[in-house]
Structures are given as C-alpha cells and as structure tokens.
C-alpha cells in the first residue's frame, strides 16, 4: 500500500532511499531510478529534480539550481508535487533535523 503524500516543506533536505541510484541506460536512452523492488524509466525533468537530490540541498536550493538551470521556467510547484509522489514511492527520504 502507498504511503499518504505528506507536505513537502522548502527547508526539507530529501535524499534518496538506501539501495536506490540513478543512473543513465543507453538502452533506454534515458536516466532511470534503480530500486529494490524494480526500475523505472525517468522524464527529463523528473531526473533533473533527482540529480539533485543529494542528501544536503534542501528543496528550496534544489529549486534554485532547476531555475538557474532552467531560466524562464515557473517550477516551484512541479518540484515540490514530483519530491511529494517520489517520497510516497519510497524512492526518496526526507533527512531528519
């Protein structure tokens, strides 16, 4: 069962959960997120946000780098709903204070 989506906060520092990575596949010619129980074929803009998922850069900073990267772009809320779902698969943590 999916855990409840829990508000992610812009001072919350994700990291990704133990025993999952990301990785490029030529074959898919795409990043995709290695985990336990599979693997999942990842969007562009899903693996620019996990890239950044470092374990030390909080959500706000991982917004930063995405707007400094991205100039132009508005994605504050796609960030914070992509850390949201991936937190509730299991793919990502949130440190602890």
């Known amino acids: 069962m999916m855990a409840a989506r829990e508000q992610v ?9 133990a025993g999952t990575r990301i990785q490029w596949e030529p074959a898919q010619n795409a990043h995709v997120l290695l985990y ?13 946000i996990l890239k950044r998922v ?6 706000d900073g991982i917004v930063a780098s995405l707007q400094q990267a991205f100039p132009g772009a508005e994605l504050r809320a796609d960030v914070l709903e992509f850390i949201a779902i991936a937190r509730a698969r299991g793919w990502i943590g949130i440190k602890d204070r």
Request: glycine letters at 8%; charged letters at 25%.
């Open 9 to 17: 906060r812009p001072d919350d520092v994700p990291m990704l959960s």
């Open 36 to 48: 336990p129980e599979g693997m999942v074929k990842l969007s562009q803009s899903a693996a620019e």
């Open 54 to 59: 470092d374990g030390a850069s909080t959500v």
